[in-house]
């Protein structure tokens, strides 16, 4: 549940052709339809790890992206590189020569830290300079890509590659480097601490039980698993669980919602794809919007 941090991390590469010529599938996410005035706004739940039979998406939600004149992201992955970069080196890098991550951790989690970056096939030198937050972000994506899913397929990216390839605008509700941030600004004893319970739950299998969870919800459009995904994050009382509950969904619900509104305004058709998480439990984004007074309909 490293929301919006694989694309950092795995790197930006253009989606092989079979990504584009799958066949159509069922529901994947969830789709709301928001109205205004006249205005439609589609809001979509994306993941932000793939693979090529995900693509196409199914017919409304294809036919909504076509008639959009503006397609909304959390971040464009496909926007300047550079920024993205900079952003990696300002809150992902130590900065002052400090590091390695491992130096930070407890003597036992360092042996077990090497090993996993020896299963993962990560060499020492790629992480040598990486913050405890972001050596723990490269290990979900690594997990990730061990259940069969790919960072760089990730549906931000073939959304916004679609967008980009009509010549459709595309719009930033948020940018690579506040999102960086919520990370960077952690105390490096809080990141320490955010490692070492990665480190414990690929151990305990739990975050691959987490990921296949989140994938399947996501794949079949269960509205039920979802919500219980949502419930189970809010319960969570470890540090990581608080901080993706409180930082990286409730803290940015309300600037996504408000973006979202903004669009609404603006444009008479659009489309706005954001993490699924932000859609469902209480405080969600359409939550939100509800409460400005917008129609939300669940189409699924």
């Keep these: 549940m490293f929301t919006a941090l694989f694309w950092f991390l795995a790197g930006l ?3 092989p052709a079979a990504a584009l010529e799958a066949a159509p599938v069922a529901n994947r ?5 928001v109205e205004q005035g006249g205005h439609v706004a589609w809001l979509f739940g994306t ?5 090529p039979d995900f693509y196409p998406f199914e ?3 294809m036919a909504a992206l076509r008639e959009a004149s503006v397609l909304a992201l959390e971040v464009d992955p496909l926007g300047p590189q550079d920024q993205i970069a900079r952003a990696v080196r300002e809150h992902g890098m130590y900065q002052n020569g400090r590091g390695p991550a491992s130096a930070e951790l407890p003597a036992a989690y360092r042996p077990r830290l090497d090993r996993l970056l020896r299963q993962y096939g990560i060499g020492a030198a790629t992480v040598a300079a990486m913050k405890p937050w972001m050596v723990a972000s490269l290990l979900a994506v690594r997990e990730f890509e061990k259940q069969g899913y790919q960072a760089e397929l990730a549906v931000d990216a ?3 590659q679609q967008a980009h390839a009509r010549g459709q605008k595309v719009v930033e509700l948020e940018s690579v480097a506040g999102q960086m941030a919520l990370f960077g600004r952690m105390p490096l004893a809080d990141q320490a601490l955010f490692l070492r319970e990665s480190i414990d739950a690929i151990e305990d299998k739990e975050q691959a039980a987490d990921a296949r969870a989140i994938l399947q919800a996501w794949m079949h459009a269960d509205q039920a698993a979802l919500e219980r995904i949502a419930a189970r994050t809010a319960a969570d009382t470890t540090y990581s669980g608080r901080f993706v509950s409180q930082m990286l969904l409730a803290g940015r619900n309300p600037a996504l919602a408000d973006g979202i509104e903004t669009l609404l305004k603006t444009q008479r058709r659009s489309v706005a794809a954001i993490g699924v998480l932000h859609l469902v439990g209480p405080g969600s984004v359409p939550e939100l ?3 400005k007074g917008l129609r939300v309909e669940r189409i699924y």
């Design 13 to 15: 590469v253009p989606l």
């Design 29 to 33: 996410g969830a789709l709301f339809r």
């Design 47 to 51: 993941i932000h790890v793939g693979a």
């Design 59 to 61: 017919p409304r939600l």
């Design 158 to 160: 073939w959304l916004s």
């Design 289 to 291: 919007l509800r409460a």
